[in-house]
T-cell receptor, first 109, second 116 residues
Framework: GQNIDQPTEMTATEGAIVQINCTYQ??????LFWYQQHAGEAPTFLSYNVLDGLEEKGRFSSFLSRSKGYSYLLLKELQMKDSASYLCAVRDSNYQLIWGAGTKLIIKP | DGGITQSPKYLFRKEGQNVTLSCEQN?????MYWYRQDPGQGLRLIYY???????QKGDIAEGYSVSREKKESFPLTVTSAQKNPTAFYLC???????????????FGSGTQLSVL
């Protein structure tokens, strides 16, 4: 079966750096997405990786290793507003999106 | 104001009742999706539509129905056959990028459906 694994919850301190990992086993691979979702709100798109390597976008970066079935989202200079759930999703060989359950990130002052 | 609009924000269903969730967009996108979100689980696809008057079942279509009579509208009906309807329902439109497969989703604000 297809599977996306992410930690359920993580805690970090304001101003610090946090890395949220995502591992996947899917039928084929056609890209990996990260979304941010604040409680009770809609997910919003953060990043897309289809080739190996690091994609940087301001305070957020996303890394992909296709051979290892692994990605991470790196958040720098954490702010209280970064408290949210972070969803990892992989597009499989049928171009269907497979979603992880999300990682709830708690930022403490 | 452009975007994707879901309504209502909260909805309550009585036993044996059908309820309809609205999803409207004015961004002229072809692809529209309905997802269900339950605590501790990933998003699950209910139905999707890539063109007017056509739609496809997703992974958990049983107990749900949709229509796509207009490009702008993709309503979801939760029927009485759906025995566990309590969930957060998200409508999304697909924004196709330059690369095939890079389509990213823009979501509506969601509808929380609860059973009375």
């Amino acid at each position: 079966g297809q599977n996306i694994d992410q930690p359920t919850e993580m805690t970090a301190t304001e101003g610090a750096i946090v890395q949220i990992n995502c591992t996947y086993q899917t039928s084929g691979f056609n890209g990996l997405f990260w979304y941010q979702q604040h409680a009770g709100e809609a997910p919003t798109f953060l990043s897309y990786n289809v080739l190996d390597g690091l994609e940087e976008k301001g305070r957020f970066s996303s890394f992909l290793s296709r051979s290892k079935g692994y990605s991470y989202l790196l958040l720098k200079e954490l702010q209280m507003k970064d408290s949210a759930s972070y969803l990892c999703a992989v597009r499989d060989s049928n171009y269907q999106l497979i979603w992880g359950a999300g990682t709830k990130l708690i930022i403490k002052p | 104001d452009g975007g994707i609009t879901q309504s209502p924000k909260y909805l309550f269903r009585k036993e044996g009742q059908n309820v309809t969730l609205s999803c409207e967009q004015n961004l002229n996108h072809d692809a529209m999706y309905w997802y269900r979100q339950d605590p501790g689980q990933g998003l699950r696809l209910i139905y999707y539509s890539q063109i007017v008057n056509d739609f496809q079942k997703g992974d958990i279509a049983e107990g749900y129905s949709v229509s796509r009579e207009k490009k702008e509208s993709f309503p979801l009906t939760v029927t009485s056959a759906q025995k566990n309807p309590t969930a957060f329902y998200l409508c999304a439109i697909g924004d196709t990028g330059r690369e095939y497969g890079s389509e990213k989703l823009f979501f509506g604000s969601g509808t929380q459906l609860s059973v009375l």
